[in-house]
């Protein structure tokens, strides 16, 4: 092996070396593999639903057919120029030459989208993008059949907006296949069928793998699960303690779902959790905190108002990007949904809206194509400045320093670079230096009208409208809260579900989305579905049998087996905060998330990125350490003054190893082991101090180990 | 954005004859034995073809061929309890994509080829001596008559020079 060798540090080379000096060259190994392929002729192209095209190969008069072509076509161009001296461009050409023009005819060879190319690559991508045809065997499971995409006449969110014609396809760009909505109707499943769909599909993986999936978790273990996923925070021994004796059905289980996501008990602290979890997504955990012009609370109220209706998701997102009003709650036409596009909004610079309602909404990251075509995939970098362009007409107004200081966000008409038909574009410069002119289309699918007058085309409205109605919303919406319960989603990015990526599982994905289209975008019914589903019951310990799916070497996840993560920091604050005695009240929210995001900011900061990201410091690292050890919140956990769950323990009339029982349950779901117990029993000897001091002392260790701090 | 259509997808016998070589090149590199890049070649080609995947462009195929031939190569490595010798993965596609990614690195090899005659005579002695003869550092030394040291040297200065050469060879072509 020439790596293990000292002196040769450069495998490539030594590799390379080895077969230019040795004999180790590469073996045809064609016919071993043919062989084991039973010599049954395998034609790749009919199994992905791609059609064999036939090559394209020059006959012998097509050279001197092309110049004759070319010939005319520049002489074509010579007299259109001299004809068309004063005009401008069509919005067909969606082109402009400011600087150093080249002419027409060179203009449109520099443009990125070369069409007959692309319509050819499209009729691919349309295939490709739909894998569940090639990945489906049979129709065997209990979810339907994938739908064909189409455009649609559905725009039900907003129907009363949009007053564009109906959308024609462009000729010049490439189009995102799944961008429209299919117009048939898909059939709700009831629970159990979507449930023994997600079983059926993993388990198809799980078969073509060769591996079996780990056991079924603990009660207890599950329990703890569910609470940090629906509630962000650990379950109280109280909570726990149905669940350690009787036996656990699907039924049980089921129960305790859906007292947490719909009685009034728990109603508050799902409210609380979600409208944080979601503001932190849509704005980040610094969005609205004084450096951008959004006023965090303001959001947080229109989400959590949104989730007490379980508004449909869909009807949310059309409500953030085509929000308007002003942001501080206090102010007389408040909207707090405005917030989002104000986070994201400097002056008239709208690219951070334009790429976080394209990867938060529709999984498409653009932003890659903002200075240059995307460069891992065919979006072009017009792409981007088309999408962005439905945010022209955008307007903020500074309210100054008012009893509710904030801001405005109002529509105006954009006039931007007008053309002779109405339409009005503006600028972006391609990497060549020459300017092009960008009018709104919805990734790749050009408007047949782009005017700027607001009366003609309220252009957030239609966005509002595309994007609520888009297949990419439930996908990318099914994608992040496969994420949250697993930590890994279908693709490698959660907001990266671009043609260019690859999707582990597509057909269960497509499915999902499917179901969540069908149920109205109900999000704790999507919630439930994921919670309740197989692989969410699988213990996180692993075994011989399936111990290449490891995600976290970067391996593709098969879901075998939860995947141990450690918790978020709220979901840590939360669960330290329960700990404490203390509960989510309605009317402190804005207090508690004060107090929050106070302790989270020694963890979190921002990055002066044009995404907006931030960095995460809550790792495990010494800083973290020293925060949880020593800081205020530990202190309060561990405090035998207040009512907290220790001092409940500690003074409850029960046997010393009864209360190491119960604080072990209280803070990591289990009793401890015999051999924990006979450790601290030992401890207990050595110790030589009050009982209760050490039992504070088993508590803080508990409450510091790392198990306390994973979800697994 | 690339000019050209996606290209026609191929039978598997065009598959494996275009990409077998580069993917047993790939395992080698990652640490494989002769034998063992054998077995993980086949098995990758087994697989992809019986599943079926999408052959959106050259680079997508290699890189996706790579990266079954990859995840395979580590579950074998974790079935037989042997440590991965490559753990910078990244770095390694990375060299692997400039210098062999686009023809499965046959045209590293003409270029290596070349620059070997530009050796001198005992550079090439002792590389040969260690790449064909499998000889040991201190064999080397002796069958030079230097000392283990100079044989060390002698050798990297030698791939040295022909890491310089490639790379110089590497722009020209490029410009």
């Known amino acids: 092996m020439t790596n293990t060798h000292e002196d040769f540090n450069d495998p490539l080379l030594d590799v390379m070396l080895e077969e230019l000096l040795g004999d180790t060259a590469p073996p045809d190994l064609s016919s071993e593999i043919l062989a084991q392929l039973?010599?049954?002729?395998?034609?790749?192209?009919?199994?992905?639903?791609?059609?064999?095209?036939?090559?394209?190969?020059?006959?012998?008069?097509?050279?001197?057919?092309?110049?004759?072509?070319?010939?005319?076509?520049?002489?074509?161009?010579?007299?259109?120029?001299?004809?068309?001296?004063?005009?401008?461009h069509s919005p067909q050409s969606h082109e402009e030459v400011v600087a150093d023009s080249p002419t027409p005819s060179e203009?449109?060879?520099?443009?990125?989208?070369?069409?007959?190319?692309?319509?050819?690559?499209?009729?691919?991508?349309?295939?490709?993008?739909?894998?569940?045809?090639?990945?489906?065997?049979?129709?065997?499971?209990?979810?339907?059949?994938?739908?064909?995409?189409?455009?649609?006449?559905?725009?039900?969110?907003?129907?009363?907006?949009?007053?564009?014609?109906?959308?024609?396809?462009?000729?010049?760009?490439?189009?995102?296949?799944?961008?429209?909505?299919?117009?048939?109707?898909?059939?709700?499943?009831?629970?159990?069928?979507?449930?023994?769909?997600?079983?059926?599909?993993?388990?198809?993986?799980?078969?073509?793998?060769?591996?079996?999936?780990?056991?079924?978790?603990?009660?207890?273990?599950?329990?703890?699960?569910?609470?940090?996923?629906?509630?962000?925070?650990?379950?109280?021994?109280?909570?726990?303690?149905?669940?350690?004796?009787?036996?656990?059905?699907?039924?049980?289980?089921?129960?305790?779902?859906?007292?947490?996501?719909?009685?009034?008990?728990?109603?508050?602290?799902?409210?609380?959790?979600?409208?944080?979890l979601w503001t932190n997504t849509l704005i980040g955990r610094h969005g609205g905190t004084g450096k951008d012009k959004a006023h965090r609370a303001g959001l947080a109220k229109y989400l959590y108002e949104s989730l007490q209706a379980n508004k449909p998701y869909n009807q949310i997102v059309s409500d953030l990007i085509s929000a308007t009003g002003k942001s501080h709650p206090d102010a007389e036409g408040f909207?707090?949904?405005?917030?989002?596009?104000?986070?994201?909004?400097?002056?008239?610079?709208?690219?951070?809206?334009?790429?976080?309602?394209?990867?938060?909404?529709?999984?498409?990251?653009?932003?890659?194509?903002?200075?240059?075509?995307?460069?891992?995939?065919?979006i072009g970098q017009n792409q981007f400045w088309e999408m962005d362009a439905y945010f022209s007409q955008l307007k903020i107004v500074a309210l100054g320093k008012g009893k509710t200081p904030g801001y405005e966000l109002l529509n105006t008409d954009f006039r931007g670079v007008e053309t002779p038909n109405g339409d009005a574009g503006n600028y972006f410069e391609q990497p060549n230096g020459v300017a092009r002119l960008a009018f709104p289309a919805f990734l790749g699918h050009a408007e047949a009208s782009a005017s700027g007058a607001i009366e003609d085309f309220d252009r957030r409205a239609r966005l509002a409208s595309l994007v609520s109605n888009s297949p990419l919303l439930e996908r990318t919406l099914v994608n992040r809260m496969w994420s949250h319960f697993f930590g890994y989603g279908f693709t490698t990015e959660v907001d990266d579900m671009g043609p260019h990526v690859q999707i582990t599982h597509p057909q269960l994905l497509q499915s999902l989305a499917n179901q969540t289209r069908a149920n109205k975008y109900n999000l704790k019914l999507l919630l439930k579905w994921i919670a309740l589903s197989d692989p969410f019951l699988r213990s996180s310990v692993y075994s011989k049998s399936n111990d290449i799916d490891s995600p976290e070497l970067g391996d593709q996840p098969l879901f075998s087996r939860y995947y141990s993560r450690q918790l978020d920091p709220e979901e840590v604050y939360q669960s330290l905060l329960v700990l404490s005695g203390k509960t989510r009240k309605a009317n402190s929210f804005g207090q508690q998330q004060l107090a929050q995001r106070s302790w989270l900011g020694q963890f979190t900061r921002q990055m002066e990125t044009d995404e907006g990201e931030e960095a995460n410091t809550f790792k495990g690292d010494i800083h973290q350490s020293l925060v949880l050890m020593n800081g205020d919140l530990m202190k309060q956990v561990t405090s035998l003054e207040e009512d907290t769950v220790l001092k409940r323990i500690v003074t409850s009339q029960q046997p010393t190893q009864e209360k190491v029982r119960q604080l072990f349950l209280a803070s990591l779901a289990r009793y401890p082991s015999d051999e924990e117990l006979n450790q601290i029993k030992k401890l207990s000897v050595e110790a030589k101090v009050a009982e209760q001091q050490f039992l504070q002392d088993i508590w803080w260790a508990l409450l510091n180990s790392s198990e306390f701090i994973l979800d697994h | 954005m690339p000019n050209s259509d996606p290209p026609d997808p191929l039978s598997p016998e065009e598959l494996i004859q275009k990409y077998q070589n580069g993917i047993w090149r790939y395992l080698r590199v990652l640490g494989c034995e002769a034998s063992l890049a054998d077995d993980i070649t086949q098995e990758t080609f087994l697989r992809v073809i019986r599943k079926g995947f999408e052959q959106y462009n050259d680079a997508a195929t290699a890189g996706y061929l790579r990266k079954v031939a990859y995840n395979l190569f580590i579950s074998v490595m974790r079935r037989e309890?042997?440590?991965?010798?490559?753990?910078?993965?990244?770095?390694?596609?990375?060299?692997?994509?400039?210098?062999?990614?686009?023809?499965?690195?046959?045209?590293?090899?003409?270029?290596?080829?070349?620059?070997?005659?530009?050796?001198?005579?005992?550079?090439?002695?002792?590389?040969?001596?260690?790449?064909?003869?499998?000889?040991?550092?201190?064999?080397?030394?002796?069958?030079?008559?230097?000392?283990?040291?100079?044989?060390?040297?002698?050798?990297?200065?030698?791939?040295?020079?022909?890491?310089?050469?490639?790379?110089?060879?590497?722009?020209?072509?490029?410009?």
């Open chain 1, 38 to 88: 039973g010599h049954q002729p395998v034609d790749l192209a009919s199994q992905i639903n791609i059609k064999a095209q036939p090559a394209r190969r020059r006959s012998s008069f097509i050279p001197s057919l092309s110049l004759a072509l070319s010939a005319a076509a520049c002489i074509l161009a010579v007299v259109a120029i001299v004809l068309n001296a004063k005009s401008t």
């Open chain 2, 81 to 175: 309890g042997r440590k991965v010798v490559t753990d910078d993965i990244e770095q390694l596609d990375a060299s692997w994509n400039k210098w062999a990614g686009a023809d499965n690195g046959d045209g590293l090899l003409d270029m290596l080829r070349e620059c070997l005659e530009g050796l001198t005579e005992r550079a090439r002695s002792a590389l040969e001596l260690r790449f064909k003869e499998e000889h040991t550092r201190s064999a080397i030394a002796d069958h030079l008559q230097i000392t283990e040291h100079g044989a060390k040297n002698l050798m990297q200065r030698a791939k040295k020079q022909l890491r310089d050469c490639v790379e110089h060879k590497n722009q020209a072509e490029f410009n």
């Open chain 1, 107 to 276: 203009t449109d060879n520099l443009a990125p989208n070369q069409l007959a190319n692309d319509q050819n690559r499209q009729e691919q991508q349309s295939q490709q993008d739909q894998p569940e045809q090639q990945v489906r065997p049979d129709g065997s499971t209990p979810f339907e059949q994938p739908q064909p995409i189409a455009m649609s006449d559905d725009n039900s969110v907003n129907p009363e907006s949009i007053t564009v014609p109906e959308l024609t396809p462009a000729t010049n760009t490439w189009k995102h296949p799944l961008a429209f909505v299919s117009t048939s109707t898909i059939t709700p499943l009831s629970q159990p069928e979507v449930l023994a769909g997600i079983s059926h599909e993993l388990n198809k993986q799980w078969n073509e793998q060769g591996i079996t999936p780990s056991e079924f978790a603990t009660n207890t273990e599950w329990v703890r699960r569910i609470y940090l996923r629906l509630l962000g925070r650990v379950p109280t021994s109280s909570e726990l303690m149905p669940f350690l004796e009787q036996d656990v059905t699907q039924e049980t289980r089921e129960a305790l779902v859906n007292r947490l996501l719909f009685s009034t008990q728990y109603s508050e602290e799902y409210l609380q959790y979600w409208t944080n």
């Open chain 1, 335 to 378: 909207n707090g949904a405005v917030n989002f596009l104000l986070a994201a909004t400097n002056e008239d610079d709208t690219t951070l809206a334009t790429s976080r309602t394209t990867s938060l909404f529709l999984g498409q990251k653009l932003q890659c194509a903002q200075c240059h075509n995307h460069p891992s995939s065919d």
